[in-house]
């Protein structure tokens, strides 16, 4: 395999020139203006010391540039991941604590580790068990958790729990504690925060500047809540009225360090640390993959996985915690113009400058603003319409949302998202337990055949044709026995039984021994049973068993040649017939 295929940057690093790196470096500031002020959010939310979260941002950004398949993708601290990461940590120690620090960075070597090894062994395709419903209710329900649970940060209490049931009573009762010079900095930065993202790009055009320039700009606003809040603290001594700040952040780029090399702490973080990364992964696949079809340009799944792998490895050595990639980020990063993953390179050397020259500027930022930021960033997330639209569509995949959502919401997050999944899973198993089998005829005028209930067909009295849109295996090699059974009792004139299968795709061991035992009640009952429209793959399949020697039936090529040949004069008087019928009973659906 080319060694290309592991490194991408060699790729686009070799046609790289002055003009994509004038791009690159520009939607670098705009990001890096972004990402300052969010990744000492996600931090403070991961229950971390607001360092952690710029030291979450830099080589990440150098690893996934060398790694990473996405020219636009912005990796590093996201609000869901860095939930998770509270979640799993907050019950084994002290937030913020050495041992806690220590546990962050060991998870995100987990997730690092997790995340390479199925890159190896091309396991991207795992992300797909965790289904667009089920992703939608947990994002929406983490966005909805995230904000219940900075209005402690806002209004100046103390309270703590894992789910809204917690969380909640806690606040209630905290409330005649509120210390109000906090309520009213986090007010106003919410109120500030909150116009910007919807109106201060309209209103800076207005005032003469281009759409460009307006909307950069209006990505720089937390920045401007940020430096204006650390001047009213200082100038007005909020400190000592009791305003919460950040406090002392260590200044300086993060040194190389080892996380705890725990190996019972490890097995307890493991599966937290699974899912993490197949959350994360499926997050950053998704904007990855939507940001690559705007420029006609691809991601590879397994390449991701060894970028995010790389991410979280170096996330894991420089005092950081998980990582992803983030959905608000990357569209900046595309929207300023970013051509290649050098703008991730930019902005990991912007990030390290400001740890190395701003950071004792942000000792009286309040935590108040911080957890403003958190609060309108993630309340962008949360869709609550789409569980109506998903549950109109598809009870089966609402149900799945639905308890995804109310999961996270009441239990925690990881039993909320492994419900919605274990739920998936058993709805799938139901729905393609009991697979949806027609009994077809033929359209008279065509060699076409349709659903008998919908459509007005013409049925050979000897010959069924049973149209099976289900691929055959063990949850449902009993009902397709039953139905048959069911069919054959129902028609005595019948002496042959075709099999329909254009949506087989494939019939495993459990439904090849059914097949034999239908065979045999067949020849009992003086019906032969055949095959037509089997597609190649599951012929090959067929073949590697002794099931066609054996069913003494034959394999048609189409549904029409079966019939031409076991009732031809029918099939040729009802092609001759040239009144094509309408459907007789929904005339949306035409199988």
């Known amino acids: ?71 636009t993708l912005a990796v590093g601290p996201v609000a869901v991941v860095s939930l998770m990461t509270a979640a799993s940590l907050t019950p084994l120690f002290p937030a913020g604590s050495p041992e806690y620090i220590g546990a962050a960075m060991l998870l995100a070597l987990l997730s690092g580790l997790l995340l390479a090894a199925m890159a190896m062994l091309r396991l991207g395709f795992v992300a797909n068990f965790l289904s667009h419903p089920v992703v939608s209710g947990f994002i929406s329900a983490s966005g909805i958790l995230i904000a219940v649970g900075q209005l402690k940060h806002l209004l100046g209490v103390s309270a703590s729990g894992e789910n809204l049931l917690h969380l909640l009573p806690e606040l209630l009762q905290a409330l005649p504690q509120t210390h109000w010079p906090t309520l009213i900095i986090g007010l106003l930065s919410l109120a500030w925060l909150g116009w910007a993202r919807g109106y201060l790009k309209q209103t800076l055009q207005r005032l003469g500047l281009s759409a460009q320039l307006a909307g950069n700009l209006a990505k720089a606003g937390p920045v401007l809540a940020i430096v204006v809040a650390i001047i009213a603290v200082s100038l007005l001594h909020l400190q000592q009225a009791g305003v919460k700040v950040v406090g002392s952040v260590p200044q300086g780029l993060p040194g190389l360090t080892l996380p705890t090399l725990n190996l019972e702490l490890a097995v307890q973080l493991l599966p937290a640390a699974l899912l993490i990364s197949l959350v994360g992964f499926v997050e950053s ?176 009295p000897s010959v069924l044709s049973l149209r099976v849109d289900e691929s055959l295996y063990f949850p449902n090699a009993r009902y397709l026995e039953d139905r048959i059974g069911e069919l054959i009792a129902s028609r005595p004139q019948v002496r042959h039984l075709v099999l329909m299968c254009p949506g087989v795709n494939l019939i495993d061991a459990s439904a090849l021994d059914s097949l034999h035992a239908i065979v ?72």
């Open 285 to 460: 696949v998704s904007v990855g993959q939507t940001l690559a079809a705007k420029r006609r340009q691809r991601i590879q799944p397994d390449n991701e996985l060894l970028g995010l792998g790389a991410a979280n490895l170096s996330a894991a050595f420089s005092g950081g915690f998980p990582v992803t990639g983030g959905f608000a980020r990357s569209v900046v990063n595309y929207d300023a113009g970013a051509q290649t993953p050098m703008a991730g390179v930019f902005t990991a050397i912007g990030i390290g400058v400001s740890v190395m020259l701003l950071t004792p500027l942000l000792h009286d930022l309040p935590q108040a603003v911080l957890a403003a930021t958190i609060i309108v960033a993630v309340l962008s997330l949360v869709d609550l319409r789409s569980l109506r639209h998903t549950w109109r569509y598809s009870r089966q995949d609402g149900a799945a949302q639905a308890a995804t959502l109310f999961g996270v919401l009441l239990i925690g997050v990881e039993a909320g998202i492994l419900i919605g999944v274990g739920l998936s899973l058993l709805l799938f198993l139901w729905r393609t337990s009991q697979p949806h089998m027609a009994v077809v005829g033929q359209v008279p005028g065509s060699e076409h055949f349709r659903n008998v209930e919908r459509f007005a067909v013409v049925e050979s």
């Open 1 to 71: 395999m080319k060694l290309s295929h592991w490194l991408p940057c060699l790729q686009w690093g070799r046609t790289y020139n002055r003009a994509s790196a004038s791009q690159d470096g520009l939607a670098a500031v705009i990001v890096t203006l972004m990402l300052i002020p969010q990744s000492l959010a996600y931090a403070m939310l991961a229950g971390l010391p607001p360092v952690t979260g710029l030291y979450a941002s830099i080589l990440p950004l150098l690893a996934y540039a060398v790694f990473g398949t996405s020219r």
């Open 520 to 591: 045999e009640r067949l020849h009992a009952a003086g019906v032969q049973l055949h095959l037509s429209e089997v597609k190649g793959p599951v012929m090959d399949q067929l073949r590697r068993s002794d099931f066609l020697e054996r069913f003494a039936g034959q394999v048609f090529i189409s549904q029409f040649q079966a019939l031409k040949h076991l009732a031809p004069q029918l099939t040729r008087e009802t092609l001759e017939r040239a009144d094509t019928p309408s459907p007789i009973r929904d005339e949306r659906n035409v199988s």
